[in-house]
Structures are given as C-alpha cells and as structure tokens.
C-alpha cells in the first residue's frame, strides 16, 4: 500500500521535471565520442543513467531557492571493464525554484539541479533529469493510480465541487527513495 501511495507524488515528480526541463532535455545528443578501443574504459557517455537516492527529503511544502541537498549514487557505473562511478559516490544540488500546494487543486512546483559529481580520479561528470531517466523510472511503476483517480473524478456526479476545493498535491523527493538521473555530457576518466 504504501508504494501504491507513492506513485502519484513519483508520477508529479516526473511531470512537473518533464514540463520544466522539456526544453533541456530535448537538447541533450546522445554521446557524441565513438566507444572504441581506445575510449572503452574512459568514456562515460551522454545518456548513461544512474540510479541515486536523496540524502534528505526535498519537498514544495517547505523549499526555498537556493536550498541545497545531497543525494548517493546507489549502483556501480561502468566504463567498459572499469568501474566509473563507484556506488556509493555522493553528490550534492540545490533547488532552483519551488512553489508550495494551493487550493483549487493547485499542484506544488519544484525544480532542482545537479552538480556534477566529482570522481575519485577528479572527473567531474555533468548529470541531471533527462527524458530518458524520466522513462527509465515510469517504466518501473504501472502508472496506473492517476489514471484512475481523474477517472474517478469525471464519473461520480458532484465529486468535481468538492475536487475544486482541494488543495493541490505537493511534490516530494523523499530521503531514500531511488530515482534515475542521466550524465548529460561525455566524460572521461583519467587514465
């Protein structure tokens, strides 16, 4: 049950990064350096995804801009043979603009960043939400409770007045919840 009441504030989540950075995320190529021999255990690619989780909850009920939070890369990245990005590697971000829940089911608004995570060697590898890590984590849930819901409210008579009058969903990153962000530039390794 509580994976099911997840889903919605997970599925918000997406939406609302998907609308803010749809621009962003449609202008991310795919890796542009060739993997061969010589770049097969260097090159992280464009659109390698990473599973992370928040440090911290971040949410739209109470943010401010600016506020900074740190997240924890859950699995082993791979270069190749080599291990890239070990599990483990923390990072930090801040959040670039926030809006609390209204009435009239105002929904909350919260768009974060990522700095670029800094490796053992000093690599820094430029991540953030792209549209494939957005996919990556709705193919993982069926999707299907809001979908329900807005069904529920087009059939029972009524129910559209009370809907009215209910305040909005806030969007909530809880602390150890996983989530996929993407490397948004070729990075390499040092040697």
């Given at each position: 049950m509580t994976i099911l009441r997840r889903i919605p504030t997970l599925l918000a989540l997406a939406v609302i990064c998907a609308a803010c950075l749809a621009g962003r995320a449609a202008a991310i190529e795919h890796a542009t350096t060739p993997i061969d021999d010589e770049t097969r255990n260097t090159l992280i690619p464009t659109g390698?995804?990473?599973?992370v989780t928040m440090l911290q909850t971040v949410t739209s009920a109470h943010c401010s801009k600016g506020q900074t939070f740190n997240f924890k890369v859950l699995d082993d990245v791979k270069a190749g043979d080599?291990?890239?990005?070990?599990?483990g590697t923390t990072g930090t971000g801040k959040v670039v603009e926030c809006k609390p829940a209204h009435g009239g089911r105002e929904d909350g608004m919260l768009h974060i960043e990522f700095d670029p995570l800094v490796l053992p060697d000093s690599t820094q590898v430029t991540v953030g939400i792209t549209h494939d890590s957005l996919v990556a984590d709705a193919n993982q849930k069926n999707g299907t409770g809001p979908a329900l819901e807005d069904i529920a409210n087009m059939m029972v008579p009524g129910f559209?007045?009370?809907?009215?009058?209910?305040?909005?969903?806030?969007?909530?990153?809880?602390?150890?919840s996983p989530f996929h962000i993407a490397v948004t530039e070729d990075a390499f390794l040092s040697e």
């Open positions: 390698t995804l990473i599973r080599r291990v890239a990005i070990p599990a559209f007045i009370i809907d009215f009058l209910r305040k909005g969903d806030n969007v909530t990153i809880a602390a150890g």
